[in-house]
């Protein structure tokens, strides 16, 4: 189940953004997957289904594959391809290739269960997500920065008065680890 912006699977079907914008509407709206970030990703595998789905149901309108063969078309934009449709679309491939209805079904379960666990735990504060995790480690970073560009212009009188290498040392120690613990203080 590769997922795609609407740029990339506009490349991927070899047409433009628009014309997929529009198909993300009815065409292939069963593909579309929204984000929490208000923005959304395509199933290309499904989404290529339902695409060829109307090319078939539309070729299907001239003439039928085989005689006593119908394809109705679906009830309406938002319906998937019936199974006669899908029938036709998988003809041609390969036996191998054509997977069960059952294993599609699990896969699916299975994907939408997950999706909700990870919605759940997000809902009880056990997740974090990669964003909150970068604003973090970017404040934290930034913390430990200022926290260490301050030892110098505070201890450079002090610093400037002592000739012993270790008492240099030892204060500079000091001061790196005063700094650390006021950073755990900040966290």
Partial sequence: MPLMTQAQYARHRGC???TVKEARQIRIKPAVIPQEDGSFLIDSEIADGLWDAVKVRNS?????PEPGVSIAPSTGPDQLPSDSELKSLIMGLPEDEIQASDVSMKRKLHYDAERARVGA???R????TEVDVRTRAA???RQVR???????SRNA???SAMSN????RALLEEEIENALKGLKQHA
């Fill in 16 to 18: 433009s953004a628009p």
């Fill in 60 to 64: 299907h309108k001239k003439s039928s």
């Fill in 146 to 152: 200022d926290l260490l560009l301050i030892i110098p």
């Fill in 165 to 168: 290498p270790e008492e240099v």
């Fill in 139 to 141: 404040k934290l970073a």
């Fill in 157 to 159: 009188a002090r610093l």
């Fill in 125 to 128: 504060n056990e997740v974090v």
């Fill in 121 to 123: 735990l997000r809902d």
